[in-house]
Structure formats: C-alpha cells, structure tokens
C-alpha cells in the first residue's frame, strides 16, 4: 500500500503524539488525544483516545458511552422461551445448505482490507463491500430490507430485516443476530494492517452464511428476524450501542439478540487436549435465553458447549442489555482458550477452522429457526 503521508500515533504510556495519514485523497486519523466518557464496570470517566486504547491493550472492557451519556433508556419486553426445541425437522434442509467453501470466499475478501477500523477508508469500504454482498443475497426476495445505519465515522453498520407474518403486530417478537465487522492493530490503529480474520471477520461470515442458507430456502417466520452487523465494536461497542439506544426510543420489541463475535479458532483447545466445543457465555447476559442457546447447540450442532466467562461489556450483546433487550452470546471456546492473535497483524484465515465456523452457522440457524417460529408473546 502506498502511502503519500505517512502517520504514526507513538505511545509512551499516557503522552502520545499524533500524525496524519494520507491514503491517495483519504485521512485516516487517530487523534490519540481527544477525550471520551468511557463506562467500565467500576464506573466511567473521561479519558483520552490514548487511554482507551491502553484500556484495551490491557484487556480492559468497556463500553465508549461518549454519545450515549444521557441516555437513560429502559425497555421492558416480556418473553417467555421454548422449554425445548421444536423444528429441528423444518429446519435440516436449511442446514444442508450451510456452506464451509462461501465462509472461506467471504472472508478471503473481507480480510483484504487493509484494515476494517472504523475510522478508516477501508473501514467505509470494507462495509460497502458488506452492504453490497449482503443486497445481493437479499434480491431473491422483495420482502427483505437491507439497509446502512449510518454513523459520525466512515464505517456503517448494516442491517438486513425478515419481515415476520407477526411484523408491526403487537406479538411480534423481533429476533436479532449480530457481529462486528471492524477490526483494530493495537499498535497504532491508523497505519497497521489488521486483517481482522477471527475478530470479528469469522463471526461476520458465519452470519452472513446463515443468512444466505435461510434466504436461498425461502425461509418466512412468524416474527421479524435481522442481522447486524456492527460498526466500531472495538471502539467501546460505538455502532451497537447507537442501534439499540435507537431501538429502545422506538420501543421496538427485541425477544432475543444472540452475538457471534471469533467463531473459528480451535488450535490452542485442541493443543491443550480439550474438546472442540462452543464456548457459552454465562456473565452479564440473559440466564433464561443462554438456556435455551445451551439446548439449540445440542440439538443443531455437532459438538458440545462449555460453559465460560467474558466479562463487563465484552461484545455488542451488552449493548442490547444495557438498554434491556435479552442477549447472550457464544464465543468460539472457553475465553482462555481463545485466539491470543487478535488486534494485531497476526489474525489471519489460516489460523482458524472453517469446519468450527459451520458448527457457528448451525447454533445461529437453529436459533433463528426456533425462535423465529415460537409464540414468545
């Protein structure tokens, strides 16, 4: 890649220095000083760019409320879940066409951007190749909306709509399946690559997978389904935050949100002598829905789950919490035993299992087939 200005942030603890870089006509800037109200668990406070980004190199989680601090939004859904899986008949023809060769494709083109970061051109064009593959798929059927929501920085966040029969009724339950679709170098975000494969392109593809396995077969629930894909999620879960906050003012009726964020990687389970297995996330989500999650797996995947823990604000499931929505959220081992590649130049395909991805896409289609046909008024 060619660089006509060359930009680098250098961090020395909090003092930073900040520099412009120039891609042919577009900036991409990381200005390591302007300040943000960032949420941890132990509370929030301003801090720099530059803080935040050592928040995260430390493994801190957070959420980067900067544009959210007044709101003070709380929906209340009432829902009740399926005490076991209903229609794992109806849906085995939507499995059969879940494809490990369409992952591979899709994420060899996503993790050709140079870099997914939200701020970036190629954070704004890597979501425009998103939009125009996720349309695409969406043509064979008029009643699909996909659009972009829009934000402040240059990368959008999508979202695709299956209009349920129950759709604008008030039994309608919406049901929600999210990724993020940035990618960060911890280094120095605005001039390192970060190819993103694992987090968050493999939880991106397997999403975008499972769409298309639903779409392709005409599938028509009862209530609304939708897939987002987030922008910014490393920047304090930005794009996530803003959609919920935005549902919640609208008082949409989110049933249920299930996040896939790093959905390939097994090597250090397997090296460890572990069991391929999905790892279900069991702090700051929804104990009734992560137990119906629990009987999806087993009865749609082909490998067991295990129980594990994430933490305060780990994912964008904790955006749709916040403002009261049911989450949960499955991660693609134990957290231990996690890709330790990510944020960095080093988060590439060949690390991961397209094989681990399919047994992903399977959880996501047995979830969206369950709950996109269940009375969950």
């Known amino acids: ?81 399926p005490t076991e899986v209903s229609f794992v008949e109806q849906a085995t023809p939507f499995l059969a066409n879940i494809s490990t060769t369409n992952m591979k494709t899709n994420l060899e083109t996503f993790t050709s951007f140079y870099t997914r970061y939200y701020k970036s051109s190629t954070g704004a064009d890597s979501s425009q190749w998103l939009f125009d593959t996720v349309k695409g798929i969406a043509a064979v059927n008029p009643n699909i909306v996909v659009f972009p929501f829009h934000h402040p920085w240059p990368q959008t966040s999508l979202i695709a709509r299956i209009p349920g029969v129950k759709y604008h009724t008030p039994e309608d339950r919406t049901i929600v399946v999210g990724a993020h679709q940035d990618s960060i170098n911890l280094i120095f975000p605005s001039f390192f690559a970060a190819p993103g494969a694992d987090d968050d392109g493999s939880g991106t593809v397997t999403i975008l997978e499972t769409f298309r396995a639903l779409v392709e077969n005409d599938f028509a629930p009862n209530n609304t389904v939708e897939f987002h894909w987030y922008s910014a999620e490393e920047g304090g879960l930005l794009g996530s935050q803003a959609i919920f906050s935005e549902y919640a003012k609208r008082q949409i009726n989110v049933g249920a949100m299930l996040q896939q964020d790093m959905t390939g990687f097994v090597k250090k389970t397997l090296d460890n002598g572990l069991p391929e297995s999905l790892g279900v996330i069991t702090d700051f989500v929804h104990p009734e829905l992560t137990e119906f999650i629990k009987k999806v797996i087993v009865s749609y995947a082909s490998i067991p789950y295990v129980e594990t823990e994430c933490g305060y604000a780990c994912s964008d499931h904790a955006s749709a919490a916040k ?17 330790p590649f990510i944020h960095s130049t080093r988060d590439t395909i060949d690390r991961l299992s397209f094989e681990h991805m399919a047994e992903h896409a399977k959880l996501t289609l047995g979830f969206v087939y369950e709950l996109g046909f269940a009375d969950l008024a």
Not at 27 to 41: A, D, I, K, S, Y
Not at 68 to 76: F, G, I, M, T
């Open 323 to 339: 403002v009261g929505y049911p989450s949960a959220f499955v991660i693609e081992s134990t957290f231990g035993n996690s890709n």
């Open 1 to 81: 890649m060619r660089f006509s200005t060359v930009a680098v942030t250098i961090l020395l603890g909090s003092a930073a220095r900040a520099y412009v870089l120039s891609e042919g006509s577009t900036q991409t800037v990381f200005n390591p000083n302007e300040l943000r109200l960032v949420q941890t668990e132990a509370g929030a406070q301003w801090i720099s760019e530059a803080d935040k980004l050592q928040l995260k190199r430390a493994g801190k989680k957070f959420f980067d409320i900067t544009d959210n601090a007044d709101d003070s939004l709380n929906v209340v859904v009432n829902v009740t879940y």
